[in-house]
């Protein structure tokens, strides 16, 4: 059974860089399927961010397009996400998936100085 | 942008029937998942593909899907129903735009 694990900072200053990385483990990153992040603000709902083919490549949300790029490690069995210019709407809880059925906890990432 | 809506809020009775409801235009030509979200935990997969329940999902979890509407059906809620649900599906673009809905919350009382 594939697992996953969310990592890095949980906190980031404004105008600066999120960056997220989720650990694959029960499976290989190369498995046939596309690999997403999606994030949920305290008390709102879920967005879809984007996700990543084990081949490189990638669909986005048109919203976040502009300031999102998801990458894969195939060496490492991982994927991250990079946010860029972020803002305190920014601030929530990042989830990667391996969609729809399966998700690492959650991290919260907040944005401030 | 692709929306897919939900109502706010469902209230039902223990053992009584919720139904909640994802409105979208390209649900008659995409599926329809639907998702448990509990206070403080990542979702979980109630219904994929329309109407098909994941194991280990009660029997009581059902979903249909005609025209623009996707429903999702708890039948005899729980106490432990108690939840946001959230359901999860892309536009017709064919581009991997996906959406999830607005989101309901559901009260057993």
């Known amino acids: 059974q594939v697992q996953l694990q969310e990592s890095g900072p949980g906190l980031v200053k404004p105008s600066g860089t999120l960056s997220l990385t989720c650990a694959v483990s029960g499976g290989s990153i190369s498995s046939s399927n596309w690999w997403s992040w999606v994030r949920q603000p305290p008390g709102k709902g879920l967005e879809w961010i984007g996700e990543?083919?084990?081949?490189?490549?990638?669909n986005y949300n048109p919203s976040l397009k502009s300031r999102v790029t998801i990458s894969v490690d195939k060496s490492k069995n991982q994927f991250s996400l990079k946010l860029s210019s972020v803002t305190a709407a920014d601030t929530a809880v990042y989830y990667c998936?391996?969609?729809?059925?399966?998700w690492g906890q959650g991290t919260l990432v907040t944005v401030s100085s | 942008s692709y929306e897919l809506t939900q109502p706010p809020s469902v209230s039902v009775s223990p053992g009584q029937t919720a139904r909640i409801t994802c409105s979208g235009d390209?649900?008659?030509?995409?599926?329809a998942y639907w998702y448990q979200q509990k206070s403080g935990q990542a979702p979980v997969l109630v219904i994929y593909e329309d109407s098909k329940r994941p194991s280990g999902i009660p029997e009581r979890f059902s979903g249909s899907s005609s025209g623009t509407m996707a429903t999702l059906t708890i039948s005899g809620a729980q106490v432990e129903d108690e939840a946001d649900y959230y359901c999860y599906s892309t536009d017709s673009s064919g581009n991997h735009n996906y959406v999830f809905g607005t989101g309901t919350k559901v009260t057993v009382l």
């Open positions: 998936g391996y969609l729809p059925t399966i």
């Open positions: 390209a649900l008659p030509k995409k599926y």
């Open positions: 990543i083919y084990h081949s490189g490549s990638t």
